[in-house]
């Protein structure tokens, strides 16, 4: 069956039977897209699994998308999520302007300064693409970072492939010294998985954001995720505004390749092409592969060191 007519077949066994066709939305990876033409309502945005990992997968998604909008920032109307099913309001792709992405930097620094919170984690699990993200709540946040975003990825049986057991003692001595490597930044309401392809606009034109993974985190694992993934030229501008929203330092830079690990491990966990992610995490770790070895002050790294060009998540 191809994938239109898995959507269809899908959306009328969920109750949505006034669908004409469905064009299949190419670039996911994780999960099946189309837009679907309906004969008296608005076209909407369809998303399943061939195979979902859990009954869960949608609704999650649909409480992050609920989470975000009620701190306001824009995202597509959630109109159903059920366990096989994911239906969207249509969203405009985003323009390519300094003044969007302005807009957006506005946005998200709200977001990240007034939902802070004294304890990192969610209420519940999510996802991250198709594995798991694990929420418990911690008030350690180094602690936190530790197990649920780093070490939690060391079983996964293409994490083990790509690195030796040198990798893997490093990321722990990495994850030792976090307190030393990383400021001591309070938790707030995080996207969780902020690429440039989850950023996309609302039909009057705002930034409006898709595919969270949302968590109570610290605010720089959104802004590593952007920095590193290849934004487009016009979105410099949204640096400069979110740093002085902010007060954010002038050595933000510097730890984007640590903070990043994270999503770089979920990227080789579930995709054979991993785009980089396997050379990424080896090249972070390397100062830390011998005990007596002090890493050295890590260089700043421009924007799309480790960019991709795929929406992996959808």
Request: proline content about 8%.
């Amino acid at each position: 069956m191809g994938s239109a007519a898995f959507l269809l077949e899908r959306l009328r066994r969920s109750g949505v039977r006034d669908v004409v066709a469905v064009e299949p939305v190419t670039g996911g990876l994780a999960a099946l897209a189309g837009l679907a033409t309906r004969q008296d309502a608005p076209p909407v945005f369809v998303k399943a699994f061939a195979d979902a990992p859990d009954d869960d997968v949608f609704t999650a998604e649909a409480e992050g998308l609920a989470a975000l909008r009620q701190h306001g920032v824009a995202t597509p109307d959630v109109i159903l999520a059920d366990r096989e099913l994911l239906v969207l309001s249509v969203l405009r792709a985003r323009p390519s302007s300094e003044t969007f992405w302005e807009q957006f930097a506005h946005a998200l620094a709200h977001l990240h300064t007034s939902t802070i919170h004294p304890r990192f984690g969610w209420h519940r699990d999510n996802w991250l693409g198709r594995r798991r993200q694990i929420n418990t709540w911690n008030d350690d946040g180094f602690a936190f970072f530790a197990e649920h975003r780093l070490l939690r990825w060391l079983g996964e049986p293409r994490v083990e492939a790509a690195l030796d057991a040198g990798d893997r003692a490093a990321l722990e001595r990495l994850c030792h010294r976090l307190p030393e490597l990383l400021p001591d930044r309070p938790a707030c309401l995080t996207h969780g998985d902020l690429w440039a392809q989850n950023l996309m606009a609302t039909p009057d034109g705002r930034p409006a954001l898709i595919d969270p993974a949302v968590s109570y985190m610290w605010a720089e694992v959104d802004l590593a995720h952007l920095w590193t993934t290849a934004p487009p030229p016009e979105a410099q501008r949204f640096f400069a505004v979110y740093a002085e929203r902010t007060a954010l330092d002038s050595g933000w830079q510097s730890r984007m390749p640590i903070v990043q690990l994270r999503q770089h491990f979920a990227v080789l966990a579930q995709f054979d092409n991993d785009w980089g992610a396997g050379e990424l995490i080896r090249a972070t770790l390397a100062p830390f592969r011998t005990s007596a070895q002090q890493p050295p002050s890590p260089t700043p790294l421009g924007p799309g060191y480790g960019g991709r060009g795929n929406d992996r998540d959808r």
